[in-house]
């Protein structure tokens, strides 16, 4: 079943109906699939109000992206992979998802991104590569890392004066997000990145970044997103206490949001 939905995946995409196809088998096959899609929608109206600007950073085939616009939010989803742009090409609320087929790094340029067997997965961090190879979370699904691409590359700098200082930033890139962060000189209201089993360094690295003030609050999900795991927002040093004390196969996004009367 599984290789039969991710071939009628890529007739229809190729066929330019991959979105109402995708639609037409959620609303008629795919309960589960809707209510977890509802329960994220649930979550993330918590942070984002209608009119704000979303950059969705390794969008993927921009199954967020949708999530954020569905909310009123304009959307920036930025993808390198020429596989997944086409998708985001087809998304539902079009008209508030900008499309920009790039990497994002600490500076303009071109880069080497590597592809998994799974559409799901790519990274520019041999770091994270070499770590997933170990994960036997990763190991059961089988996913292979097949070959090596060039993408553009641009920051958050360039797509905050391409398109405005957004307000929420969800970043999505598989053990880059250290340099992803480099090319910010502005905090936004909230900041979301992944954190992965046996890179928490990295993690602890990225809250450490003069971009995001001492005095920022800080919580984390597990998983897909239905409600944070910490009953308050808590400072960066006591986040990381608690994620080091977590079982070793932790993964999820910590989120970090500026404090002040704008929030």
Not at 12 to 40: G, T, V
Not at 169 to 179: L, P
Request: one cysteine or more; proline letters at 5%; a neutral charge.
């Amino acid at each position: 079943m599984k290789s039969l939905r991710k071939y009628g995946k890529l007739i229809a995409l190729k066929a330019n109906l991959y979105r109402p196809a995708r639609a037409l088998h959620r609303r008629m096959c795919d309960a589960p699939f809707r209510k977890q899609l509802e329960r994220i929608r649930r979550f993330y109206g918590g942070i984002i109000r209608s009119g704000d600007l979303v950059f969705d950073v390794g969008a993927n085939v921009g199954t967020y992206s949708e999530i954020f616009a569905s909310l009123g939010a304009q959307v920036v989803a930025v993808e390198p992979l020429p596989e997944n742009v086409a998708a985001l090409h087809n998304c539902s609320y079009r008209k508030r998802i900008r499309v920009v087929e790039a990497a994002v790094g600490s500076e303009i340029g071109t880069g080497k991104i590597r592809r998994a067997s799974s559409r799901t997965m790519a990274s520019m961090s041999r770091q994270f590569i070499e770590a997933a190879q170990m994960n036997p979370r990763i190991q059961e699904h089988q996913v292979v890392w097949k070959d090596e691409i060039e993408v553009d590359v641009t920051t958050l700098d360039a797509l905050a004066r391409d398109y405005g200082s957004p307000d929420f930033i969800k970043v999505d890139v598989e053990g880059f997000e250290e340099s992803v962060l480099d090319g910010l000189s502005e905090q936004p209201g909230y900041l979301s990145f992944e954190f992965t089993p046996g890179l928490l360094q990295a993690a602890k690295r990225c809250l450490a970044k003069s971009i995001i003030s001492p005095d920022s609050e800080c919580n984390y999900i597990v998983g897909d997103p239905e409600q944070f795991v910490l009953d308050c927002w808590s400072d960066k040093d006591s986040l990381m206490r608690h994620l080091i004390a977590s079982p070793p196969d932790l993964y999820g996004d910590i989120f970090v949001r500026r404090t002040g009367p704008h929030i």
